[in-house]
């Protein structure tokens, strides 16, 4: 079985439900290009786009303002109507804080702090984006993502 692609080009099967350029739509992970499948052709999914949208969002590490490009922007149809999420996909690890422990090197744990507390500021940005437009926000991890492994 051949590998999937970590980063690429994604072609749309059905472009009118894309919000955005059709022609530059780029997955950075196997995870993401497994995800625009599902989006691209789930009934469920009225419209989405990927990173298409900046949120400004201030990082204490480096005391600086940055900006964003969550993962995913879906409206979909649920069972209690249209809803619109922000959706990010990270692995399960970079989700929690990292802890120390004797056998991890420091250089390491310090790479993994350092990501997580971004993480943390970007997901903390987009908590409220959403907010102020009644949207949900949703972190995915492979522990949904691989879940069935339907998709």
């Excluded at 079985?1 to 059905?14: D, H, I, S, T």
């Excluded at 599902?38 to 999914?45: A, K, P």
């Excluded at 990082?59 to 109507?81: C, N, S």
Aim: with cysteine; aromatic share 14%.
């Amino acid at each position: 079985m051949a590998r999937e692609p970590q980063q690429g080009r994604y072609v749309l099967k059905n472009p009118q439900k894309y919000e955005g350029d059709p022609t530059n739509v780029i997955f950075r992970s196997s995870w993401e290009r497994r995800f625009m499948i599902f989006l691209d052709n789930h009934d469920s999914i009225i419209s989405w786009s990927s990173e298409e949208i900046a949120i400004p969002y201030f990082w204490e590490l480096d005391g600086k303002m940055h900006r964003y490009y969550p993962d995913f922007v879906v409206t979909m149809k649920t069972r209690q109507g249209i809803v619109k999420m922000m959706i990010e996909i990270k692995p399960y690890s970079q989700t929690i804080a990292p802890k120390k422990t004797g056998r991890k090197k420091e250089k390491t744990f310090l790479k993994e702090v350092e990501t997580y507390t971004k993480n943390v500021a970007k997901w903390k940005a987009a908590e409220q984006y959403c907010k102020e437009r009644n949207w949900m926000f949703r972190i995915i991890t492979e522990k949904e993502l691989f879940k069935d492994k339907v998709w």
